[in-house]
């Protein structure tokens, strides 16, 4: 494998924590697919922005894939404590190609659940972010 170089350090947005890395787009999203892996998670759809756009629209967009990314455990113990909360689920990460370099960017989970106002998921919440906080690093 590579040796990454982060161009920037891991930002915080307003809703997710991004970082860019000095790899080609295929390799920054086979090493993402292997950090959610390894970090615990299953992912359960992609979705290649680029083509559909392309068949949809016509449109041409760069490379730019949404991982529907779930941790099974903690799925299941927010579901016991917000049956609804699938409405919310799953955790995406995305990976898409910017300036030459790619940007690997998972959700804040803990703003995501705030919609719900359930205090008892604060919690899990946070165990998510510092859980995809790890992928994010790792890539």
Do not use: W
Not at 54 to 67: A, S, T
Not at 128 to 135: K, T
């Amino acid at each position: 494998m590579t040796e990454t170089t982060a161009l920037s350090t891991e930002t915080q947005r307003a809703y997710g924590i991004h970082r860019t890395v000095n790899l080609p787009y295929d390799e920054a999203l086979t090493r993402t697919r292997q950090a959610l892996q390894q970090g615990g998670f299953g992912v359960l759809f992609e979705i290649d922005m680029q083509a559909k756009l392309k068949e949809k629209l016509g449109v041409d967009l760069p490379p730019y894939m949404i991982l529907g990314a779930c941790n099974p455990p903690m799925a299941y113990q927010t579901l016991q404590e917000e049956i609804d909360i699938g409405l919310l689920l799953p955790c995406n990460v995305i990976v898409y190609e910017k300036g030459g370099h790619s940007v690997v960017a998972a959700i804040d989970a803990a703003k995501m659940m705030s919609v719900v106002g359930n205090p008892k998921l604060e919690a899990n919440a946070q165990q998510i972010n510092e859980m995809l906080r790890r992928v994010v690093e790792s890539v």
